[in-house]
C-alpha cells in the first residue's frame, strides 16, 4: 500500500513539475514573440526610409518630393479618458509635385492610395507616379492609420475601411488648404485593391469633394472575403487591436467597411477593374460589386478583364498590355480632371517614365 501511495505521489508531483515546465516554456516563447515583432517594425522601418531616398533617386529627376506629418482622427483608445487619448493621430504623406508648374496656374490633384493590410506607399509605385506627374497631375500619398514603417502602435492603430477612409480625406483637404496651386474642384482619388476599397469609401462619404475615381480590383466586401480568405488574414481582423470580432461574431461591423453596402452613395464618375485571374482579391467579389451598383441604377464604368498576366497586379505592372490598360484609365481620369499634358499614347507613356515632362 505504502508502494502505490509512494508512485502515486511520484506522479503527481512528475505531472506538476511537466506542466510548470510548459508553463514556463509557453512564457518563454510569448517574450520570444514579442521580441521578434519589436523586431520586425524596426526592420519595417528601416525598409521605409530606404524606400524615402529610393523615392528620390527614382522620381527626383522629374518632381519635388516632400513628406509631411499631418493628422487624422483620435485613434480608438484603450483607455478613453487616458492622457491625450482624444488627440488627432498624426501620420505621413508622401507629397509630388511636377518640376516646371506654373504657380500662378491650378493643377488638378490625385489622391493616391495604397493597398495591402499593413501596406505603405512603396516605390512599387514608381512608374505610376511618373505617368501622373507626366500629365501636370500634383500627387499625395497618404500613410493612414496601419501602414507599415511607422511602429508598432501606429501599425496597431489600424482601422480597416473606417477612420483609415477619413486619413485620406485629411489628405486631400490638406493639400487645397496649403498649396495654392492645387484646384480644389479637380481632385481625383485612385487606389488598387485596399487602396480601391478606401478610394470607394472615400466618394461615398464625401462625395462633392472628388472629380473622379478609379478603384483596381478592390475589395469589396469583406463580409464575403472572410469566406475566402486564410485564417491568417482573417486574425488581421479579429485581433483585438483591430476590429476585436470575427464576421460571425459581428457581420454588420464588417458591412460597414465594405463598399458594396455603401453603392447607394455614388454620385462621382466611377471606373472600376477586375481581373479573372486574380489571385488576391477574387473576381466575383468586384462582380459583386458590379451588379449592386447596376441595381441600385448608378452610372459608372468597369472592365472585366480575361485572365491578363500579373493577376491582381496585371494593370499595374510594365508589360506593354498593362501600360495599354493604364492609358485608358488615364483617359478616363483626364476626362474629368483636366489635366495640362494627358497622355494620349504608348509614345507618351514611355516618355512619362523616363522623361519629365516640362510642357504646362
Excluded at 531616398?53 to 487616458?82: E, Q, S
Excluded at 491650378?106 to 516605390?123: A, R, S
Excluded at 507616379?129 to 500613410?143: F, K, N, S, T, W
Excluded at 459583386?288 to 485572365?307: N, P, Q
Aim: net charge neutral; proline share 4%; charged share 25%.
Amino acid at each position: 500500500m505504502k508502494k502505490i501511495f509512494v508512485l502515486w505521489v511520484l506522479f503527481v508531483f512528475s505531472g506538476a513539475v511537466v506542466k510548470s515546465q510548459d508553463s514556463n516554456l509557453a512564457n518563454q516563447l510569448t517574450e520570444l514573440q514579442k521580441t521578434v515583432n519589436a523586431y520586425q517594425h524596426r526592420f519595417d522601418a528601416l525598409e521605409k526610409n530606404t524606400d524615402d531616398v529610393l523615392w528620390h533617386h527614382r522620381v527626383g529627376d522629374a518632381a519635388f518630393i516632400d513628406k509631411v506629418i499631418i493628422a487624422g482622427p483620435p485613434a480608438k483608445a484603450k483607455n478613453p479618458t487616458g492622457l491625450g487619448a482624444d488627440n488627432p493621430l498624426k501620420f505621413n504623406a508622401y507629397i509630388f509635385i511636377p518640376k516646371g508648374i506654373d504657380l500662378k496656374k491650378k493643377y488638378p490633384l490625385i489622391v493616391l492610395v495604397h493597398g495591402g493590410v499593413h501596406g505603405n506607399f512603396g516605390t512599387y509605385y514608381t512608374h505610376i507616379v511618373r505617368e501622373l506627374m507626366a500629365q501636370g497631375y500634383i500627387i499625395v500619398a497618404p500613410e493612414y492609420r496601419g501602414s507599415s514603417g511607422y511602429g508598432e502602435s501606429f501599425w496597431k492603430a489600424i482601422d480597416y475601411g473606417g477612420l483609415e477612409v477619413q486619413d485620406s480625406e485629411a489628405s486631400r483637404a490638406y493639400m487645397v488648404e496649403n498649396y495654392s496651386f492645387v484646384d480644389k474642384d479637380r481632385v481625383g482619388v485612385v487606389g488598387w485593391s485596399h487602396g480601391g476599397l478606401i478610394s470607394l469609401m472615400s466618394v461615398f462619404q464625401y462625395p462633392d469633394n472628388y472629380k473622379v475615381c478609379f478603384a483596381g480590383v478592390p475589395v469589396s466586401d469583406l463580409v464575403a472575403r472572410m469566406g475566402y480568405s486564410t485564417d491568417s488574414y482573417r486574425e488581421l481582423f479579429s485581433a483585438d487591436y483591430h476590429i476585436g470580432k470575427t464576421v460571425r461574431e459581428d457581420v454588420e461591423e464588417y458591412r460597414r467597411r465594405s463598399p458594396i453596402w455603401h453603392v447607394d452613395k455614388l454620385n462621382t464618375p466611377l471606373l472600376i477593374h477586375t481581373n479573372t485571374n486574380d489571385d488576391d482579391v477574387h473576381v466575383l467579389e468586384v462582380e459583386s460589386l458590379i451588379r449592386a451598383l447596376k441595381a441600385a441604377d448608378k452610372k459608372f464604368e468597369y472592365e472585366i478583364f480575361k485572365d491578363i498576366p500579373g493577376g491582381h497586379s496585371f494593370d499595374r505592372i510594365d508589360l506593354r498590355q498593362s501600360r495599354e490598360i493604364r492609358l485608358r484609365i488615364w483617359s478616363f481620369l483626364a476626362k474629368h480632371l483636366r489635366p495640362p499634358s494627358p497622355l494620349k499614347n504608348l509614345y507618351d507613356m514611355e516618355k512619362a517614365a523616363y522623361v519629365p515632362a516640362t510642357n504646362y
